[in-house]
């Protein structure tokens, strides 16, 4: 039979003949593998386990979230901490599918050629960040990323929130009605909150408006929403005490 | 299927006598196609090159736009969709022509193509640079351009498939399949990725969200290098190998084993991306398992390409067309092997993160989609303008300064991404990490960004060579670039063959071939397969001139007796070849 079909004169050769025949035949190959692949995610509950305290990014986040997508953090940073000894040591617990559920898109990374930001969240304080960002020699010697020191100086835009909001609740994120609403007044209030820290630990004045806030307020958010069980961090800390030192 | 289409499409016109028709080639849209391949060659690798800089020299991140992180996009996307997907265009429409016996089904339609994706091209490096993008990796463009790319993508596939309705050759040859292959499945992940609720012009949120977008993601992600950067280049092989090589195809019957196989297979093999991470384990398992089985198919496609060239390796000696491609096919094999090795959990879990994942995708692309498209773009300058090649020793310095930069840049890259792996994971006697600032894992390899800028670099001289000897072999074509008429049978012919039609071109091709060594003979293409399995009976020959050949109405189609086959020109030569080539069949 299996002679028969690929022989010259087999059933093959004729199928050459009738292209949307072949065509047909070649869409249902194609779909065969995604679809049994995807559907168990999408069907069976409890695919991915969900976790009480993970909670979306508050409006603030969520505009430096798309800021670190804008400048293409997640080409260098992955954010997926594996379920290794040594990654764990490095970074914190491990990531679970569960704090990933309010992620549009997601962010896990494919390359690290800087560290993994998963558990980035309150390892350094805000003005760490901001000096970091501006220059990140002055903080990580010999570190080869790019400076971004217009974050420190363009605005921040905020006039798409509400709107943001609007569309990830329809696609699941439960945003309150307030939220929605008071997107921009806040994001306004978390910008002031941040800038004033940055302030007090002898950083420059005025942040509320920039960019740098909102990329502060999604890195420092990263990976916070579950108790984690080791004291992440043993590791890669550049000693957050050194921030004033390098300035 | 109808075949018997016999109204005049664009370029066909009847003759007086009623049986025969004259018609011609879209020859203006390859030789677009292989402008634009060129063109956005050289911009997509400069990019690459700069962003090299960037990592061990920091200092070349140039303002606000030109970061690393907004730079990146804009290479992968310009070498895989500008590049590659231009040279794939080419291929396409050169030898889908040839293959159908018929023009593109719409001239109008090719230009849409042509100008729209150059378009697109143009908006996404205008747009990731802007930071306008979704993250997904080879899906960088927002929605806008996104749709666009569906609409480009359907006039191609409308324009394809009506060129197959209308053919003059009844069988549809292997080349034809992988590009089937690749306009469905390209259109079936590009639009299942990109599903997207907008927020404005320039930013969206994916209908999926965490895992989910995970796994959609690196289903779209793998298969865009199975769809858009394998198929259609097997494809590109099937055609331009043994027409480089006056050889018919090694076996039919591997062929349809390993088509089946591998579009099957691919698909499941995306998962493999994600393993250890927070995706459920079944489904890296699952894409570990069928990444192993992809092997054998992916081997399939490498050994009937090598193979084809049994009985004649001593043209290699000559012939820098058969060198690219042989190099090409044979980074083919070392992507595919190394490609089911990386997808092991235990060597996954050392080499993910890290520049291994750069070095083994750049074998495949500078090796694989570069040296194809090189080769046949020194195979199609000759016969598209009807000259000579400008210069064959600046084609073979090409030749060899790309491939020396394809070795400098894998090989530092395999250095440095074991170096990390191995570095991250080490552990001191007391049981703590050995470097426990990243920081030292970058400065380690920082020498080896260096060695692979200088082979990017090398490779990229390789392409400035091409330009000039592009630029050079044009500006000696005749002024006039008529598409050569051929003359057919009106009703379509169903049996034979071979590749084009029975009739000599009416002008071009004759003169030069003889100076190149790469001498075009009538029908290897099509004569693939029954060829290679050795049944052509002598005296089955395909008639000398249109007006020889036997006129079939449709009814016929089906009837495909032995009488009716192949044509016998070199390319139906039985698979031993003359004694005389067998002979040197070791060298090499």
Not at chain 1, 199 to 207: D, S, T, V, W
Request: proline share 6%; aromatic share 12%.
């Amino acid at each position: 039979m299996k002679r028969r079909f690929i022989k010259k004169d087999g059933i093959h050769r004729r199928l050459e003949g009738w292209p949307l025949v072949f065509t047909v035949l070649t869409t249902i190959a194609i779909l065969v593998g995604g679809l049994v692949e995807f559907l168990p995610l999408i069907l069976v509950k409890g695919s991915v386990d969900k976790i009480a305290t993970v909670e979306p990014w508050t409006p603030l986040e969520l505009e430096g979230r798309d800021i670190y997508i804008a400048e293409g953090c997640n080409t260098c940073h992955s954010q997926m901490v594996r379920p290794f000894r040594h990654e764990i040591e490095r970074y914190g617990e491990y990531s679970k599918a569960g704090e990933t559920v309010y992620e549009r898109p997601f962010l896990w990374g494919s390359k690290r050629t800087g560290p993994d930001l998963a558990r980035v969240g309150g390892k350094y304080p805000h003005l760490w960040h901001v000096r970091h960002m501006e220059n990140p020699r002055s903080t990580s010697p010999n570190s080869i990323m790019p400076p971004y020191p217009h974050m420190l100086e363009n605005d921040l835009d905020l006039s798409d929130l509400p709107t943001k909001l609007k569309r990830l609740r329809m696609l699941g994120t439960p945003y309150s009605d307030d939220e929605v609403q008071n997107a921009i007044e806040i994001a306004r209030e978390e910008a002031e909150a941040i800038a004033r820290e940055v302030e007090a630990q002898g950083g420059p004045e005025g942040l509320e408006t920039k960019q740098i806030v909102a990329i502060v307020a999604y890195l420092q958010r990263l990976g916070t929403d579950i108790q984690t069980t080791s004291t992440a961090g043993s590791g890669a800390s550049s000693a957050p005490e050194d921030v004033n030192a390098s300035r | 299927m109808a075949h018997a289409q016999t109204t005049s499409a664009p370029g066909t016109r009847s003759t007086g006598r009623s049986n025969i028709e004259i018609f011609s080639y879209d020859e203006q849209i390859t030789r677009l196609f292989v402008y634009a391949t060129i063109l956005w060659g050289f911009i997509g690798m400069s990019v690459g090159a700069l962003i090299a800089l960037q990592l061990p020299f920091p200092e070349a991140n140039i303002g606000e736009y030109l970061t690393f992180g907004r730079l990146r996009p804009l290479h992968t996307n310009a070498v895989i969709f500008a590049f590659a997907g231009n040279a794939i265009f080419a291929a396409t429409y050169y030898s889908t022509q040839r293959l159908c016996k018929a023009r593109m089904f719409s001239d109008w339609m090719s230009q849409v193509h042509f100008w729209g994706w150059q378009g697109i091209i143009v908006a996404a490096a205008l747009t990731l640079p802007l930071g306008m993008t979704t993250s997904k990796e080879y899906a960088e463009l927002e929605w806008p351009i996104d749709i666009a790319i569906a609409v480009i993508w359907i006039i191609f596939a409308v324009n394809f498939f009506g060129t197959l309705y209308k053919r003059r050759e009844k069988h549809i040859y292997v080349a034809l399949w992988f590009y089937i292959a690749t306009i469905v499945t390209v259109a079936v992940l590009h639009v299942g990725n990109s599903l997207a609720i907008p927020v404005s012009l320039t930013k969206s949120y994916p209908i999926y969200a965490g895992v989910q977008d995970a796994l959609v993601q690196w289903w779209y992600g793998h298969n865009a290098v199975a769809f858009f950067l394998t198929t259609p280049f097997l494809g590109l092989m099937y055609y331009f190998m043994p027409k480089a090589a006056q050889r018919p195809v090694f076996s039919y019957r591997l062929s349809i084993v390993h088509f089946w196989s591998l579009i099957f297979i691919y698909i499941w093999a995306g998962p493999h991306h994600l393993q250890y991470t927070a995706l459920p384990e079944w489904a890296g398992t699952l894409g570990m398992l069928f990444s192993i089985m992809l092997w054998m198919p992916s081997w399939g496609g490498m050994i009937n390409g090598l193979f084809t060239l049994r009985g004649a390796w001593h043209k290699l000696r000559d012939s820098v067309v058969l060198k690219m491609f042989v190099v090409g096919i044979t980074f083919y094999g070392m992507s595919t092997f190394e490609g089911p090795m990386l997808s092991v959990k235990s060597v996954n879990a050392l080499s993910h993160y890290t520049d291994w994942t750069i070095g083994h995708v750049h074998s495949g692309a500078l090796g694989w989609n570069g040296f194809m498209t090189f080769g046949m773009i020194y195979w199609l300058l000759p016969r598209l303008w009807r000259t000579t090649l400008w210069s064959k020793k600046l084609a073979t310095a090409h030749f060899w300064f790309g491939l020396i930069g394809i070795l400098m840049y894998v090989i530092s890259m395999y250095v440095s991404g074991i170096t990390q792996g191995l570095m991250w994971r080490a552990f001191d006697e007391a049981g703590r990490l050995m470097y426990p600032e990243f920081i030292e894992t970058v400065t380690q390899v920082v020498p080896m960004y260096w060695v692979r800028l200088i082979g990017g670099l090398l490779y990229l001289g390789g392409v400035v060579m091409l330009m000039v000897n592009a630029w050079m072999t044009i500006r000696s074509a005749p002024k006039e670039l008529p598409d050569p008429a051929y003359a057919a049978p009106v009703a379509p012919v169903h049996s034979g063959g071979d590749g084009r039609p029975g009739a000599a071109p009416a002008s071009g091709d004759g003169t030069e071939e003889r100076k190149d060594d790469l001498v075009e003979v009538a029908p290897s293409e099509a004569a693939d397969a029954s060829a290679a399995s050795g049944s052509d009976a002598p005296g089955t020959k395909k008639p000398d001139g249109p007006g020889t050949k036997k006129p079939e109405g449709p009814g016929t189609k089906n009837a495909q007796g032995p009488g009716t086959k192949k044509p016998d020109g070199p390319g139906t030569k039985k698979p031993d070849g003359p004694p005389s080539l067998r002979e040197t069949d070791d060298e090499d």
